[in-house]
């Protein structure tokens, strides 16, 4: 059966780095485009960053590019979300999500819709 697996949350400092991993089995993971969302308490769950399932293009939501780096390892079968300048604002519960698209056309993939299967979560909190 399908599985992805998040690993690397916890609790950081302000201004500190977290490394989060999704290991993905059951599936043909480079077939699929990976994303990152997270969900503060209270919120909808939103986007965060995706990659194309080459890795060759990348999209990040406004408040976090510059700080997060997501990229993948397809001999691995694992996505990978490496967050520096952490921010108290960044505490959420971290999910990744794959979107079956094998194709280069489109390399913006946004909506929690478009993805068809999650992990079951990290949390991440950041302290002031």
């Known amino acids: 059966q399908v599985q992805l697996l998040e690993s690397g949350g916890g609790l950081v400092q302000s201004g500190g780095s977290l490394r989060l991993s999704c290991a993905v089995s059951?599936?043909?993971?480079?077939?699929?485009?990976m994303g990152w969302f997270r969900q503060a308490s209270g919120k909808e769950r939103e986007f965060v960053a995706s990659i194309t399932w080459n890795g060759f293009k990348t999209d990040y939501s406004d408040s976090v590019k510059g700080r997060f780096t997501i990229s993948r390892d397809n001999a691995k079968n694992t996505v990978y979300l490496q967050m520096n300048s952490l921010k108290p604002d960044d505490t959420a519960v971290y999910y990744c999500?794959?979107?079956?698209?094998?194709?280069?056309?489109?390399?913006?993939?946004?909506?929690?819709?478009?993805?068809?299967?999650w992990g079951q979560g990290t949390q991440v909190t950041v302290s002031s």
């Open positions: 059951g599936l043909t993971f480079s077939n699929y485009v």
């Open positions: 999500a794959a979107k079956f698209y094998p194709g280069t056309n489109i390399d913006r993939f946004r909506r929690v819709s478009e993805y068809s299967l």
